[in-house]
């Protein structure tokens, strides 16, 4: 955060169980005394834009706060969102197990995950943080289910590095069986290491789609608990298909809502770092296994009949099990040629340059390594060019996301 973006620093005093709130952007220096900060004893800190965070008072203590365009500072109850929380934290730790929390947007989910992995490590018991939002993840880039074990006190989930992420490939709930497997693998991983798993998930709670993924989630991971935070009922319909555990947490009066452009602008950030470094390299997917596309899936085949067929230049066609996968070069013409006859069902085309800013999961041995974004792929010899980071790769995933080195998103692909 440059230091031009911020106003002079001011002195503030906190007295002993004393708590202020501060919303970002914004840098807090303790002067004086101790504080904790988020939750953890910290003498810096930068708050993010559409960020907050609570400072209390260990003891007397004097705490420089510098603020951004839009930022403040608030002096709340001492009741904070962390004391209020504790009682629950106590029942999880006892029993441990794995934690589920569900809720809609700003909520507190994540200000809760953050809690108790804290609660977990003051009382030694070894904890792992699943980050199951896909749009918004913490731990792990966009598009990934990402898994943390936390080793240290955190202020929040985004300063913890990824141990582990599946590709879901997409930033949009709609792809349930991927969420839901995804989530499944990275449980099966965390709990081999930890007592406690802590599953943070998105906001996507109603509707069809919301509802189905979350009762998805629920029958394929029976959670110990399920952390519900809700202003209005608004989880109901989802808890009542649920018999297991419940723990009914408040939502903190601090938790503020992140509009929807400051939302956007965190997860082009965060796509922006997951391809820091990456550079344009060669890749011949012949040598590679592809998954999640109907590429290189059947045999090559001769295009003059589907070029006469589309009357246009066909770049590929190869022969899949559900009839032929077409790459075209130019638009498709309503009329067909009187020669050939073929159903819709069994042609599946692709106009050229579908491939370009594709987001792609690299894996070996079955695990997923690192990002990268498809430039441009060479039909006549299979060549792709991927922006990457060096890495040693046996498979690509591919996504459904389009998205540049800057972290702008492009579009969407419906298959591939």
């Not at 620093?9 to 303790?30: F, H, N, S």
């Not at 599946?348 to 041995?365: K, Q, S, Y």
Request: aromatic share 6%.
């Amino acid at each position: 955060m440059p230091n031009e973006n911020l106003t002079m620093e001011t002195v503030r005093r906190v007295g002993k169980d004393e708590t202020l709130q501060v919303t970002g952007p914004a840098r807090i220096a303790v002067k004086t005394g101790r504080v904790r900060i988020g939750g953890v004893d910290r003498s810096t800190y930068i708050v993010k834009e559409g960020r907050s965070c609570s400072v209390e008072g260990v003891q007397e203590s004097e705490v420089g706060i510098a603020l951004g365009s839009g930022a403040r500072v608030e002096k709340r109850s001492p009741m904070m969102a962390p004391r209020m929380w504790l009682k629950h934290a106590h029942e999880i730790l006892q029993r441990k197990g794995v934690v589920m929390i569900l809720g809609a947007p700003d909520t507190g989910k994540t200000t809760f995950a953050s809690f108790l992995a804290n609660q977990a490590l003051e009382k030694g018991i070894s904890v792992a943080v699943i980050d199951s939002d896909i749009g918004q993840s913490d731990i792990g880039p966009p598009s990934t289910i990402g898994l943390a074990f936390v080793r240290t006190s955190i202020a929040r989930l985004a300063e913890v590095p990824a141990d582990e992420f599946y590709f879901v490939g997409t930033t949009s709930v709609k792809d349930v069986c991927d969420m839901v497997v995804g989530l499944q693998e990275m449980i099966e991983k965390a709990r081999g290491q930890a007592d406690v798993v802590i599953i943070d998930t998105c906001g996507y709670v109603s509707g069809d789609t919301g509802r189905r993924l979350k009762a998805l989630k629920l029958q394929a991971v029976h959670p110990d608990f399920v952390v519900a935070l809700q202003h209005n009922r608004e989880l109901y319909p989802i808890l009542r298909t649920w018999k297991g555990n419940i723990i009914e947490a408040e939502i903190p009066k601090e938790v503020r809502r992140v509009p929807r452009h400051i939302r956007k602008e965190i997860r082009e950030s965060r796509w922006k770092r997951a391809f820091e470094g990456a550079q344009e390299r060669n890749i011949d997917l012949e040598e590679k296994m592809l998954h999640n596309t109907y590429l290189l899936s059947g045999e090559v085949t001769e295009t003059r009949m589907f070029q006469k067929l589309l009357q246009c230049r066909v770049l590929h066609a190869e022969e899949i099990p559900e009839g032929y996968l077409i790459v075209k070069e130019d638009a498709f013409h309503e009329y067909q040629s009187p020669h050939v006859s073929m159903t819709s069902d069994t042609l599946r085309i692709l106009d050229a340059g579908w491939e370009e800013n594709l987001v792609v999961g690299l894996m070996t041995d079955g695990r997923f390594v690192d990002l990268g974004i498809v430039k441009k792929i060479n039909y006549k010899t299979m060549m792709a060019v991927i922006s990457c980071r060096e890495h040693s790769f046996d498979a690509i995933k591919f996504g459904r996301i389009k998205v540049d080195e800057s972290g702008r998103e492009i579009g969407f692909v419906p298959w591939c």
